[in-house]
């Protein structure tokens, strides 16, 4: 079992801290081996909703449709269909690491606040057809 996947196993679907200083291209490879779709949104930068909606829209490379609202990323999240899938037959999930992410908290709370929950709603529709969907919320260097 890798390393990621066994922190995978111990925090289960939905939103974590995760103190780590592994780096990105380590995790992602990680990822890739055990089936799960790996994506890094970088909060480095984050100090509102607009910017939090425009990393996330890069990061997850959100289709031109994308809205900028929360219920256009609540609904895309729940869908991301233009992802590559996990491969057949796998136990392979949908993995979020929030790279930064303190800066967007200390920034805009409340915006922050609205984020968490957006993506816990998103692991549970993930969940309500048996994919797992991880988000680890690291806080930078």
């Known amino acids: 079992m890798t390393a990621l996947a066994h922190v ?3 925090v289960g679907p939905g939103v974590h801290i995760w103190n780590s200083d592994r780096p990105a ?10 089936a799960w779709r790996c994506v890094f949104v970088d909060c480095s930068h984050v100090h509102d909703k607009p910017q939090f909606l425009e ?3 890069r ?4 289709p031109a449709y994308f809205g900028h609202n929360w219920d256009a990323l609540a609904d895309c999240l729940a869908d991301l269909q233009w992802l590559p899938p996990p ?4 136990n392979g999930g949908i993995l979020t690491i929030v790279e930064n992410s303190t ?9 922050y606040s609205i984020a968490l929950e957006v993506w816990e ?3 549970e529709a993930w969940r309500r057809i048996g994919v797992p969907f991880t988000v680890l919320l690291r806080s930078g260097q």
């Open 25 to 34: 291209a380590e995790i992602r490879a990680e990822a890739e081996e055990i």
């Open 8 to 10: 995978l196993g111990e």
């Open 55 to 57: 990393e996330c829209e």
């Open 103 to 111: 800066v967007f908290a200390f920034a805009d709370l409340d915006t």
């Open 121 to 123: 709603e998103a692991a």
């Open 87 to 90: 491969a057949p037959g796998s």
């Open 59 to 62: 990061s997850y490379h959100f």
